[in-house]
């Protein structure tokens, strides 16, 4: 299939976006949540097919030593068709140079990243705004 391929966040349908969020299984982001932190990700991939968004991905990056793939989401309709894959690669490629590109995963996906090189990292460690919440969804260990 020829999908449409675009790096910008310029003509985005942010209401689309949180739709597929949702949809793909992702956390329940607002529209306005994701303006912003799309426009603060230096590198963006959206991916269409015949004018509806079913693929996106980010990764925010310092362009030295880290970039920090997140946000991948793929319209349920679309998975395990390679577009998940393909996006990652993209952003991946993008990300080429930094010294480290880290990727946050939702639990039960772990396998599927590393058939793609990424390995479980030892030291990482996060704070959430709702801590209590990421715990019950197996974000976080105790």
């Not at 010294?99 to 390995?119: C, M, N, S, V």
Request: with cysteine; glycine share 8%; aromatic share 10%.
């Amino acid at each position: 299939m020829e999908y449409e391929w675009v790096l910008s966040s310029s003509a985005v349908d942010w209401c689309e976006l949180s739709r597929l969020h949702r949809l793909a299984g992702l956390s329940d982001k607002t529209p306005t949540d994701l303006k912003t932190s799309f426009a603060n990700s230096r590198y963006v991939c959206f991916v269409y097919d015949d004018g509806r968004l079913i693929g996106v991905g980010r990764a925010l990056a310092d362009g030295i030593d880290c970039s920090y793939i997140c946000d991948l989401a793929i319209h349920p309709d679309y998975q395990r068709a390679g577009l998940g894959t393909a996006i990652l690669s993209r952003l991946v490629e993008m990300s080429r140079g930094h010294r480290k590109i880290i990727l946050y995963a939702a639990p039960g996906k772990e396998d599927f990243y590393r058939t793609l090189g990424f390995k479980r990292m030892k030291t990482a460690m996060a704070l959430f705004r709702d801590q209590r919440g990421a715990l019950a969804r197996g974000l976080l260990d105790e």
